[in-house]
C-alpha cells in the first residue's frame, strides 16, 4: 500500500468509496479540496448531451434528452453515480 500528499481524482470516486466497507476508511483519511474558487477555479469534467444536425432520429433523441434532464432522472444520476446534477432543486448526493 501507497502513501502520498497528494492525489487527483475524480469526486463520483470518493462518493463511491464511501459506500464500500472496504474503501470507507481510506475515503475517511482524505480530503476534497477545490482549488481557488476565487478567479481560477479547478478543472472540472462534465457530462453532457448534445443531439447533432444530422440526427437520424432527432425526435427520439430530444425525448431522450428531456428524461435525462427531468427531475426523476437528474435524481437517480446524483445518487446513484455520485455526480452532480444539472438541473437546480435536485439534490446532491
Known sequence: EGLCDVALGNSYYFGKMLQDSKQKAWADAVHINFPNQTNRGAHLNVSGVVMTKYA?????????????????????????????????GVALS
Open 56 to 88: 437520424k432520429n432527432p425526435e427520439n433523441a430530444l425525448k431522450l434528452i428531456e428524461f435525462m434532464t427531468d427531475n426523476k432522472a437528474q435524481n437517480m444520476y446524483a445518487s446513484m453515480n455520485m455526480e452532480y446534477p444539472v438541473k437546480s
